[in-house]
């Protein structure tokens, strides 16, 4: 399975961006992670393969939201009120089997190539 993200760009803090991660073949659970610049990669939202679980970082809940169209094997990530601390490039992540939603790198299988998010103050 192939994952391309995309929908990164530069925003004003405040504003609004929706990410999308189409995948080649079917997915189960899948999640968004990012990476700021000089850290390490990190969790933000998780959801399971029916879409109807998800989770969230703290430094994310409330303002981004998190869906799936199977339809379409399609992930989306809702932005709402970024702030410049949400600067990143923002990674999708699929499992190939396991539906319950996850935290984890280390639970996923597949990784999209990453979108860029910059966030201006």
């Known amino acids: 399975v192939q994952l391309q993200a995309s929908g990164g760009g530069l925003v004003q803090a405040g504003d609004s961006l929706r990410l999308s991660c189409a995948a080649s073949g079917r997915t189960y659970r899948m999640g968004w992670f990012r990476q700021a610049p000089g850290k390490e990669r990190k969790f933000v939202a998780t959801i399971s393969s029916t879409g109807r679980s998800t989770g969230y970082a703290d430094s994310v809940k409330g303002r981004f939201i998190i869906s799936r169209d199977n339809a379409k094997n399609t992930v989306y990530l809702q932005m709402n009120s970024l702030k410049s601390e949400d600067t990143a490039v923002y990674y999708c992540?699929?499992?190939?089997?396991?539906?319950?939603?996850?935290?984890?790198?280390?639970?996923?299988?597949?990784w999209g190539q990453g979108t860029l998010v910059t966030v201006s103050s």
């Open positions: 992540a699929a499992s190939s089997s396991v539906s319950y939603y996850s935290y984890r790198a280390i639970d996923y299988d597949y």
